[in-house]
């Protein structure tokens, strides 16, 4: 979905897209992902854009592991 939306900049998308590959295997992240990444962000910011989705990763783990639900928030998805 976030692929062809129109609201996200390609700097946005290029995140999205490691979101996704650290999701599926944070092990074998591309160069040409990292490529496509540098295009848009600065060392810096990668380096700091890395634990900011790893930590919301881990987060959302946990509270699948602790069986934490919501009914109200996970009724519909967030658009």
Known sequence: MWETNEHFSKAEKAVFALVDQIVEDANVVSDELWERLRRHWDN????????????????????????????ILFSRPVV
Do not use: A, K, Y
């Open 44 to 71: 810096g910011q990668l380096l700091e854009i890395n634990p900011v989705i790893t930590t919301f990763l881990m987060i959302g783990r946990v509270g699948d592991t602790l069986g934490v639900s919501d009914p």
